[in-house]
């Protein structure tokens, strides 16, 4: 018996984890469907994590994945954010925008031992991880709880340390994924490849089931995904447009719109390389920066732009994430999306 069939999905499909852009609402659709629902942890406060591990709870029995960051978080650098608002500043006088105001945007903390004490209580059937794996203690926890232990790689070197690390399955990142790279043992993005060329690598690299990411839209990509050895895929861009999604309407409209396939890598939002539809401040910019503050305090100084931008109707100041292929984003139901990619790869 597989992994996937001892967590109880149906189908070889995890619906990725998106800070930002789901709740508890599409985790709990995709699961219903039989695939794996996941639940983005690390913009969530722990009350507000405790009532979506709540909600999850009283939706069934799951399988449900949990996703969480493991980075290294260091406090701001008032230089860092200084300098930062002086190149963003032709943006707050266009804006009418106070060059120290300031607007609260959700925070990223990294996987504490908080979080391993709400998992102690809930039990998810699976934690993951973007950034690596957190200290070999908060991880032993994660681990008493029962739960399985997915993490992500760009390269193989990053699976094979994972394999050595306690991960029970690799989730191969490819460079055509939306949202946050997750590498973490070197920030070299010349050393990162596509799905295609990662995964059969990794496949023969661990001895751990795979997971593809990247680029994934339909039923012909699942297919592919599992050809070159993947025991699973996890599917993310695909979902932006399902009701269940809170995606904005600017965001689901620049998908939609004819620059929507237009993505690119950058630091300018958060500080550390994602990948997102190409904006206004991407094309002024450039995608990357090193005024850019670090990870994740870019965003800091962003945030009263982006909320009179998009007070205002526009997305130029906005993380409009999304991956290279967006031909799969439907406004469907996650039920139906899920029914339709596992008829045309014949998996019923």
Not at 43 to 57: I, K, S, T, V
Not at 92 to 107: H, M, S
């Amino acid at each position: 018996m597989t992994i996937f069939a001892e967590l109880g999905m149906r189908y070889p499909i995890i619906q990725a984890p998106m800070a930002g852009v789901q709740n508890a609402e599409l985790a709990m659709s995709a699961t219903r469907a039989g695939a794996l629902g996941s639940l983005p942890a690390a913009m969530l406060g722990p009350a507000e994590l405790r009532q979506a591990l709540e909600q999850l709870a009283a939706s069934g029995p799951g399988p449900f994945n949990i996703n969480f960051f493991c980075h290294r978080q260091n406090e701001p650098e008032p230089a860092e954010e200084r300098r930062w608002r002086e190149a963003l500043a032709p943006y707050y006088g266009e804006l009418g925008v106070r060059a120290d105001a300031t607007t609260t945007a959700p925070g990223r903390a990294p996987f504490n031992a908080e979080h391993a004490a709400i998992l102690t209580e809930f039990k998810p059937a699976v934690v993951s991880f973007h950034f690596g794996l957190p200290e070999p203690e908060l991880l032993a926890r994660v681990k008493a709880t029962g739960a399985k232990v997915f993490a992500s790689a760009t390269t193989v070197a990053e699976a094979q340390w994972l394999a050595h690390h306690g991960a029970d399955a690799i989730i191969a990142q490819g460079l055509e994924a939306g949202g946050h790279r997750g590498h973490f043992l070197s920030e070299d993005l010349a050393l990162q490849q596509g799905t295609f060329t990662l995964l059969p690598q990794i496949v023969a690299a661990v001895d751990l089931p795979v997971i593809a990411a990247g680029g994934i839209v339909d039923g012909k990509g699942i297919l592919a995904a599992l050809a070159l050895g993947a025991s699973a895929v996890q599917m993310g861009t695909a979902f932006l447009c399902c009701p269940e999604a809170t995606t904005s309407f600017l965001h689901r409209a620049a998908i939609q719109g004819i620059h929507g396939h237009h993505t690119a890598l950058t630091n300018l939002f958060s500080g550390r390389p994602a990948r997102g539809i190409v904006n206004r401040l991407m094309r002024e910019l450039g995608p990357f920066s090193a005024l850019a503050p670090t990870f994740p305090h870019a965003s800091r100084a962003l945030a009263p732009l982006r909320a009179a931008a998009e007070k205002a109707g526009e997305s130029g100041f906005s993380p409009l994430w999304a991956g290279q292929n967006v031909s799969g984003c439907r406004d469907l139901p996650a039920a139906e999306l899920i029914a339709l990619w596992v008829t045309e790869a014949g998996l019923r």
